[in-house]
Structure formats: C-alpha cells, structure tokens
C-alpha cells in the first residue's frame, strides 16, 4: 500500500503553544481502544492522572467510548496554560491517542492508495492550503500510521468500476476547477450545477449542529439576497476560494461537485456577511463547526 497526498501536506507543522485557536479544547477527544488499554497499563503518578482524566461511556459497544473529560473552561486536561500537551511532555508524542496523533490530518482509504490531506479547521494548515501558488500534484508520503494504526488491516486490492469511476470524475472536477481560463465564478456553476441561492444555504445552517457561538455569530449576519459569487472572482480572494474549492473536492470525493460548490458558497455567504472578520477566521469556523463533523455533512448531503 502507497500513500499519497497535496503537496503541500509534508510541509504542515502544528505550531503548538503560538495556536491562538488550539484544537485541544471545546471538543471531545475519543480514546482509541489501544491507546486505552496501554494508558491503563501505565504505571506512575503521571499514569494515574492520566487515568482519573478520563471516562468510559457505554456507548452499547462491550468496551464503551473512553474520552478526556473537558475542564469547565472546554479545555482538553491535558493541554497546559502555555498551549503545550502535558502528556508529549511527559511521555513524547508516542503516548497521543489516534485523534491527537493524526488532526489535523484526514485519509481516505481507496482499495490500493491512501489519500492524505490536513485540514481548515487548523490554523496552520489554512494558511498552507489556501494561499498554495504551484498548483494542486499529488505525491507520494510515508504511510500514516505513528498512532498504532494497524495498516496489516488495510488490504490492498484491485478498485472497482465504481471506485475507478469516482476517482476519475474527482479528479476531472479538480483539474476543471483550477482551470484559470474561466472566472471561478463560472467554474463554480459549470462544476456544482443547480446550486442553492443564499437564502436556502442559511436555512441549511441554521439546521446544523453549532459548536461555537462565534460560528453562529457569523453566519447569522448572511443576508439572504446577497450575490456571493461576487467574491469569488475577487483578485483579493479568488485564489484562497479556488484552493478551498479544490480542497472539498479532494476531501469528499464520493459526495461529489455539488457538495464541494455549497460548501464553497457557504463560506463566501459569510464573507460577504462579514466584511471586518478575517477570512481564515471564517474558514477555521466554518471547518471546524460544519466540516469536521460527518452528520453535518451527512445533513447536508441529505438536503440536496
Ligand atoms: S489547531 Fe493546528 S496548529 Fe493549532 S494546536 Fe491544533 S494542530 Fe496545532
């Protein structure tokens, strides 16, 4: 099995304590079953706070859903006041749950490749994603598997016509979606097809599950009548909004192009709404709240 990935990717580092918005705090980190059974198998001080930190649910599996249990203030227990985990301190990087060893970081699993890619919802990859100039190449990486995934699992095989169909479509979209001789503008209607009108895309949000008041904030100003495909082809905006198109399409390749378009004119729906708030503020907002979660794509998808 071979794993590729943007070229940009190999280039991401998470910048730790100078992450204004760490994505230690406001969610819940679900503990893998391995990492759990080796943080019970630990011994020492640092092994018993590590313990009485975290939870088992019954989640009507027979291990339960283990998870840190969130300060008051929605911060992870381990994340310390200077932005550092106490846990890489204590016991290196080794130590992190799956979901800490890979986030920003999301795969998609073909029969005979591993796709790669980082994601908006984290400060450092935004920038890295949107404001990447040399076109979007794919290229091989190491294969990911630095929190004990067990890639003897992962069987490589021949896709099926299905697969090979998807792919290709996938593919076809990004290279027409970085095709400068038409304005964005019209990349995206050609690409998404029948699209929502801005009206309808707010009532889609408003339906959505919110994990911050600040997302809610944003989106709330959208005024239904505006034109967001103004900003699209925007000199100061049009690259960050083709790179974010490409990256949905990479991200979601069984949902398809019309998936990809919403999500886009979504996110140009607050920038219109939100002239003085910055637009990697927007994007981390909108990633995190709306993009990182599966049911609300899935809702999404259900709505179109
Ligand atoms: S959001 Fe990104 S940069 Fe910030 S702590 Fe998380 S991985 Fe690191």
Same mark, same amino acid.
């Given at each position: 099995m071979r794993a590729i990935a943007p070229s =940009? =990717?190999?280039m991401f580092r998470c910048i730790a304590g100078a992450c204004?918005?760490? /994505? /230690? +705090?406001n969610w819940e980190v679900d503990i893998d079953p391995e990492t759990y059974d080796k943080y019970m198998n630990m011994s020492g001080a640092f092994a018993e706070r590590i313990r009485s930190s975290i939870v088992v649910e019954?989640? $009507?599996?027979?291990t339960g859903e283990a998870h840190f249990v969130l300060r008051p203030d929605g911060r992870c227990p381990m994340l310390r006041d200077d932005g550092l985990c106490d846990l890489i301190l204590a016991c290196g990087e080794k130590a992190l749950c799956r979901v800490c060893d890979e986030h920003p970081r999301f795969f998609n699993y073909r029969s005979d490749v591993i796709e790669c890619g980082i994601g908006l919802s984290c400060e450092a990859a935004i920038p890295l994603i949107l404001g990447w100039d040399k076109g979007f190449e794919m290229v091989d990486v190491p294969l990911p598997? $630095? +929190? #004990? @995934?067990? @890639? #003897?699992?992962?069987i490589e095989e021949e896709p099926d016509e299905l697969e090979i169909e998807v792919y290709e479509a996938r593919d076809n979209a990004i290279r027409a979606a970085s095709d400068r001789s038409a304005a964005l503008s019209e990349r995206v209607r050609m690409l998404g097809g029948p699209l929502w009108d801005s009206g309808r895309r707010l009532e889609v949000m408003k339906k959505l599950e919110s994990l911050s008041q600040e997302w809610v904030s944003i989106y709330s100003r959208i005024d239904a009548a505006a034109d967001p495909f103004t900003v699209l082809d925007d000199p100061q905006y049009s690259l960050q909004f083709e790179n974010m198109l490409v990256y949905f399409l990479f991200r979601y390749p069984w949902e398809g192009a019309r998936l990809a378009c919403e999500l886009l004119l979504m996110v140009a729906d607050c920038v219109i709404a939100n002239p003085s708030v910055d637009l990697f503020d927007i994007v981390r907002e909108f990633s995190s709240n709306v993009e990182y979660s599966d049911c609300n794509i899935d809702d999404i998808q259900s709505f179109l």
């Open positions: =940009y =990717y190999p204004r918005h760490t /994505c /230690c +705090a019954d989640d $009507g599996s027979s598997g $630095g +929190a #004990d @995934l067990d @890639l #003897d699992d992962v």
